[in-house]
């Protein structure tokens, strides 16, 4: 399957702005890329657009937005879309409608509420640098992360780590960074998970191991997915259209982003069936054993 096309100039113009905005880059570069990435992706998401020119009535419209009348004219009341063309009393609307209709979709589907898309929007076509919207977005909407990182105090950070012994080696690995009173916990999931853990009698050090060990073996796993998917398809995204010494275009660039961040997804989905699946064997196999423990055996049945 292709990845999703674009709006060029939409592209062109993020690239710019990531291109000006050094100061935010060399700040937070993977927060940028990423943020930058997931407002490709918004763009990304206007599939199947009609031809340059396409009108259509607002029943048109709905049909081919999948958006109601009535919630078409409440973004028009909301000043989320802007307003159509007019013939007479007929109000007449045109592809980019269509488009803004499909990123709005988009939008309340990752989480926006009206309020946030119209501030996002408007920053946007006001010719705002990426770094502002960006960080609009940051404020309205959080990245989603399975595990987001969160700051606690000492006191808080103390009781989850159980002792000092612990919190310790949480230190050393890097999954708890003190600042002064405040205590940057990167994974309090995890450590959540590893203070139930030691209720069962398991101590911190070995859970900290297997931490480790289980971090570098998705290390693998993950440089073993990339890598075959740039061994496959690397050369197509990779080799400008006009060679290896050419600036690579905004569509380019832009299905680049895209498919990247579609692989990722699908990969994440992929790996977690095929873990949760192999957890699912290997804990039946251990329960069956335990189970048959005592049992006689086909020999002594025989017999």
């Known amino acids: 399957m292709a990845a999703p096309a674009l709006n060029i100039r939409a592209v062109e113009s993020v690239l710019e702005s990531l291109r000006r905005g050094q100061r935010q880059l060399a700040r937070d570069p993977r927060g940028t890329v990423d943020a930058a990435v997931r407002q490709l992706l918004s763009l990304g998401r206007v599939r199947d657009q009609p031809p340059v020119g396409e009108s259509y009535r607002i029943d048109d419209l709905a049909r081919a937005s999948n958006v109601t009348v009535r919630n078409i004219r409440a973004y028009q009341e909301r000043g989320l879309l802007h307003p159509p063309r007019r013939e007479g009393r007929v109000a007449i609307f045109d592809d980019s409608h269509l488009s803004r209709l499909k990123i709005i979709s988009s939008m309340l589907e990752r989480g926006y509420t009206s309020g946030h898309i119209t501030e996002m929007l408007h920053a946007w076509e006001s010719g705002h640098d990426l770094a502002d919207v960006l960080g609009l977005e940051k404020a309205l909407v959080p990245p989603r992360l399975e595990d987001p990182p969160a700051t606690m105090t000492l006191a808080e950070v103390r009781a989850l780590a159980v002792d000092k012994d612990a919190l310790q080696r949480y230190i050393d690995v890097g999954l708890v960074e003190i600042k002064g009173a405040k205590a940057l916990v990167r994974r309090p999931d995890l450590l959540r998970a590893f203070s139930e853990m030691r209720g069962f009698g398991m101590p911190a050090e070995a859970l900290v191991k297997l931490h480790s060990e289980v971090s570098m073996a998705v290390d693998e796993v993950t440089r073993a997915l990339v890598n075959e998917g740039l061994n496959q398809v690397g050369d197509r995204f ?3 259209a006009g060679g290896r010494d050419a600036v690579p275009s905004g ?22 069936g095929t873990f949760s699946e192999s957890m699912e064997r290997t804990i039946e196999d251990l329960l069956a054993a335990y189970l048959a423990m005592g049992l006689p055996s086909e020999a002594e049945d025989a017999g």
């Open 251 to 272: 569509a380019e660039v832009g299905e680049l982003v895209a498919t990247l961040t579609r692989f990722r997804e699908l990969a994440t989905s992929a790996v977690v």
């Open 238 to 240: 990779l080799t400008p």
